[in-house]
């Protein structure tokens, strides 16, 4: 098993948080969610530290070098995960980049690996009709969606929101790679919860678990584009951008 992303990422530190995360926090979030008698806020909280934490595995498996298709396993759990947790919202998700991440990434990698959303799920997103980024990945699933032309983050998203409009490739690919260039800054202007992560040395404090474009990814291939030019940045996932076509194809 080899890294995919050894420019940020300790090994041992992303073992180790794998470790717990899958030996400590997800039992502990499945026992309290089977208790039929906790109150509906608990159990909307609950339903969203699960649902975080599944992205998180399914991020640290990837970094770390685990096959696609184990990978893909993780992502089907982190789907059905999600849609709990639209279930059972008690308010709705906030606008904020945080929690706009964390579905856009569900998803950027449903798409990705192949995992059915499903015409239900679809219909209790949130952020629909108010982003062109995630309502090109609704897009993905569902033809008859129409994207909106309008951002919620337009400062981080304003390069990939201009290529996806751009019909000369030297162009697109010249923002494509202003934003993969930004992408670290970016999450520190929007202070994301995992920005700089990866230089906490301690493991017990440690949250890194990779850093990856899976949106643009997503729509790079559904837009069709050649990706050359940007492939080898070290945050864009082009081993399963090339498995994802290669099942495409297939």
Request: glycine share 4%; aromatic share 14%.
């Amino acid at each position: 098993m080899v890294m995919r992303q050894t420019e940020f990422a300790d090994i041992r530190n992303l073992e180790h948080q794998l470790m717990t995360l899958e030996s400590k926090a997800l039992p502990l979030f499945d026992k309290t969610l089977a208790d039929e008698n906790i109150d509906a806020r608990r159990r909307s909280i609950c339903a969203y530290s699960r649902f975080k934490t599944l992205l998180k595995v399914l991020s640290i498996k990837y970094t770390l070098g685990y096959d696609l298709e184990s990978v893909c396993h993780e992502c089907e759990k982190l789907i059905e995960a999600l849609s709990y947790l639209l279930d059972n919202l008690q308010h709705p998700l906030d606008e904020d980049f945080d929690q706009y991440t964390l579905i856009v990434w569900s998803l950027s990698c449903a798409y990705l690996f192949n995992v059915d959303v499903g015409q239900d799920l679809i219909g209790k997103l949130p952020f629909s009709n108010k982003d062109m980024i995630f309502d090109r990945l609704v897009h993905c699933f569902d033809r008859s969606h129409i994207p909106t032309s309008e951002s919620l983050f337009p400062k981080f998203y304003g390069p990939v929101l201009e290529a996806l409009g751009q019909y000369d490739d030297e162009k697109r690919d010249e923002l494509i790679n202003a934003f993969l260039d930004g992408y670290l800054k970016g999450l520190k202007r929007y202070d994301a919860f995992w920005s700089d992560s990866h230089k906490e040395k301690d493991p017990r404090y440690y949250r890194h678990f990779g850093y990856w474009v899976f949106e643009l990814a997503a729509l790079a291939i559904d837009s069709g584009w050649d990706d050359s030019a940007f492939r080898d940045h070290p945050v864009y996932p082009s081993d399963l951008v090339d498995w994802k076509r290669s099942q495409l194809k297939g």
